[in-house]
């Protein structure tokens, strides 16, 4: 079974602070991505990656960056959190560039007040 | 660039009947496929359903199939003889469409959304 982690659940933070969200795979997929989730608008792609220190741009990057220095970790980091990055936050992952049925985690739910 | 529209935000169904949510989409590309997933209130998006855009047959997974209808641009997705447990989030998704001599990277589209909620 294609397993998909996320290192929280539930996170409160204060606005300003740096904030770190890590996902892991454990099935050797190339590819990762972090996207948000509000309601009304679906699943918005904020950072993908395909290899071990690539990463491209989703529909909505900004207020945020992304780390995978190890092929099963991708980690999606907000320099200065903002109240408008309240949302549930979901790590997927796929297994190569020509596949498209994704893997999710379990989502973490960020509030930032 | 494609979209996908689901325009369903809320769905009600009574338990052990079948129910139909919408989805269309614009892609441009020919080889297109389409996705289903399901979200359940823990927040875990799981993979329902897949038909290719070349498939002759609808696809069937269990309880689940597709309705494709190439020329609407729909790939509805039924649900027959629904349980509580399928109340949840449903989305469909598209691959997404690389930019000439670019490469997708299995990237997929999402469309809204559709909140559904079986009755017993």
């Known amino acids: 079974d294609v397993k998909v982690t996320q290192s929280s659940r539930y996170l409160v933070k204060r606005t300003g602070e740096k904030v770190f969200l890590e996902c892991v795979q454990d099935m050797d997929h190339e590819n990762m991505f972090w996207y948000r989730q509000d309601p009304g608008l679906g699943l918005r792609l904020i950072y993908f990656s395909y290899d071990v220190k690539m990463k491209e741009k989703g529909d909505i990057p900004e207020g945020y960056s992304v780390s995978r220095e190890k092929k099963e970790r991708f980690s999606l980091i907000l320099e200065s959190a903002s109240t408008n990055q309240t949302s549930m936050y979901l790590c997927?992952?796929?297994?190569?560039?020509?596949?498209?049925?994704?893997?999710f985690g379990p989502g973490t739910r960020l509030t930032v007040t | 660039a494609q979209k996908i529209t689901q325009t369903q935000p809320g769905m009600f169904v009574q338990e052990k009947e079948a129910v139909t949510l919408d989805c269309t989409y614009d892609?441009?590309?020919?080889?297109?496929?389409l996705f289903w997933y399901k979200q359940p209130s823990s927040g875990e998006m799981i993979f329902l359903i897949y038909q290719g855009s070349y498939d002759q047959q609808n696809a069937t997974e269990g309880r689940y199939s597709l309705n494709f209808q190439k020329a609407r641009k729909s790939a509805n997705l039924v649900i027959s003889a629904s349980q509580l447990g399928d109340s949840a989030m449903y989305f469909c998704a598209v691959p997404h469409s690389p930019s000439p001599g670019g490469t997708s990277y299995g990237k997929l589209t999402f469309g809204q959304g559709t909140i559904l909620t079986v009755h017993p």
């Open positions: 997927a992952s796929s297994a190569d560039r020509g596949t498209y049925e994704q893997y």
């Open positions: 892609t441009s590309d020919p080889s297109y496929g």
